[in-house]
């Protein structure tokens, strides 16, 4: 039998502003309205969940938006930082040190946001708290980067982002996928290691040069082979190549 579930309060705005009604007042307005200034933050650490993007693409909230955040939190004593975890696709987020040159690249800092950033699973992406699940049909247990579990408040700051098997991710994605650390997101992911069609690689060698796990090599006939071993079943290879030729087989099946 199942039991009911909640039904959450969602608010709305538009990005039109007057003159003297800036978007950041517009933000402030909803996290009122959304309960922020009724959160026991007095002398607790507040981890911010957002990502800081990949340097070159736009497809992130920008730090003043974080920032509004961040402000509203220290106002009522609490200790804020923005934190994120490591990735497991080639990018400049896959460890502490490229991760936090990314997000200053991308205009994240002490000073632009009013806070720290903290990579959530430490240095190599290995710091992470075996968390249980309880009545996890999968997964009994999700490895969770350290610095969050150590938090006392956790808030997700995201916005909506299309995924090729999910449709659109949002708060769910943020949390779910974004707070596991490598280990984590390696488990989730692998029950889907992609495979190659021969017949349709050309042998350009993309696949290859995007496989942070070195997976990918030749086979006999110079088309590209996926070691399923080596392979932590990321995606990165499927969305990278250009001729169709790497697929997922539980997206086929499904077809």
């Not at 030749?218 to 995606?235: T, Y």
């Amino acid at each position: 039998m199942s039991t009911p579930q909640s039904v959450a309060d969602v608010y709305f705005t538009d990005m039109r502003c007057p003159m003297d009604y800036s978007l950041l007042t517009k933000m402030k307005k909803l996290l009122r309205a959304a309960g922020l200034d009724a959160l026991d933050v007095d002398g607790k650490f507040v981890a911010i969940k957002m990502h800081f993007g990949e340097p070159g693409n736009l497809a992130f909230l920008r730090p003043n938006f974080a920032r509004c955040v961040a402000d509203m939190i220290r106002e009522r004593g609490g200790l804020p930082f923005l934190t994120d975890c490591s990735t497991l696709y080639v990018g400049r987020r896959k460890h502490a040190l490229e991760h936090l040159a990314a997000a200053q690249e991308n205009g994240f800092s002490p000073l632009s946001v009013g806070c720290q950033l903290l990579i959530g699973d430490g240095l190599k992406g290995t710091d992470d708290v075996e968390v249980p699940v309880p009545n996890g049909e999968i997964f009994k247990t999700a490895r969770i980067g350290r610095t969050i579990m150590d938090a006392d408040v956790f808030i997700s700051l995201n916005h909506f982002k299309g995924h090729k098997r999910t449709g659109f991710g949002g708060a769910i994605k943020n949390v779910g996928m974004g707070c596991g650390s490598r280990a984590g997101k390696m488990a989730m992911h692998s029950c889907s290691k992609p495979v190659v069609t021969a017949e349709k690689c050309r042998s350009c060698g993309a696949c290859m040069r995007f496989c942070a796990q070195r997976a990918i090599g030749w086979d006999a006939q110079h088309k590209a082979s996926i070691d399923q071993e080596a392979c932590v079943g990321c995606g990165r290879c499927i969305g990278i190549c250009n001729h169709d030729a790497i697929f997922s087989p539980i997206d086929a099946a499904s077809d």
